[in-house]
Structure formats: C-alpha cells, structure tokens
C-alpha cells in the first residue's frame, strides 16, 4: 500500500529520509521517479546522509553511477540512467551485480531501464506543486 509524505521546507528533508529509511526495512534497491528539477538528487544526498555515507554526494549524471562509502565502510550506489540510450548500455556498466549487491542503490530515471528492475525495490515518487509542497509517494514492491 502507497504511503504519502509531504513537505516544504529543506529542513524537513532529513527527518523525511530518515522515516523512508525506517519504512523500506531491508530493501536495499530503491527507484526514484519524478519529474527533472523535483528533488531526486537532493532527497538522495539526505538518504545518504541517514545511512553513514562520509564521501561527497552529487548526481552521476555524466558518470551514470557513483560510490559512496558510509562510515562502516559499506559502499551505497547513486544511478542516474536519464542519460541512458538503450538498456544495453545500463548492463554494459554491470547495473544487475550493482542491483544485486545487497547494497544500497538508488536509482533516478528507473523507467529507462525497466526490465531491469528487480523483483523486490522500494518505489519512491516525487511530485511539486506551485507553491513548492513535496510529495513523496512509496511503495514496497
């Protein structure tokens, strides 16, 4: 069943990372969707935050995956496929080991490589209105 957050201001985004991170439990593959400007990375970097990482986090856009390390030393992944011409390009980076590493993945612009997803992810949604609400729409799958 979809959950709903919103929020407004950016202070608001590390208590809302940290209450996705309580609900996805274990799930380790999560797909991010919603429109260019939204707040993907930004929520990412939060996520990031909540879960240890110590390196710098920004958006792999041109490099298509970066990895961060946690303070315990596990490594998290930040894809970002928008890029992507064709889902032969995503294996050809190693997306699946990625996606079946056990490791954290996030993962913008997931509907470009589709049949790729695994059978278990964290599906998460964004959205803005006018006046600058977020809503963070999820959903274990």
């Not at 380790?28 to 939204?38: A, D, K, N, P, S």
Request: glycine share 6%; aromatic share 10%; proline share 4%.
């Amino acid at each position: 069943m979809p959950v709903t957050k919103t929020f407004a201001q950016l202070d608001e985004l590390n208590t809302v990372a940290q209450e996705l991170i309580e609900e996805a439990a274990n799930q380790h593959v999560w797909l991010f969707e919603g429109e260019m400007g939204v707040g993907k990375t930004t929520l990412i970097k939060a996520l990031c935050r909540a879960v240890g990482v110590v390196s710098v986090v920004q958006s792999p856009t041109y490099g298509l995956v970066n990895e961060y390390t946690t303070r315990a030393g596990e490594s998290v992944y930040h894809f970002d496929c928008y890029r992507l011409r064709n889902e032969a390009e995503a294996m050809d980076i190693g997306l699946e080991e990625y996606l079946d590493s056990g490791s954290y993945c996030f993962v913008e612009w997931p509907e470009r490589i589709e049949s790729l997803w695994p059978t278990h992810y964290y599906h998460i949604s964004l959205s803005s209105d006018p006046a600058g609400i977020r809503t963070v729409t999820t959903q274990l799958k």
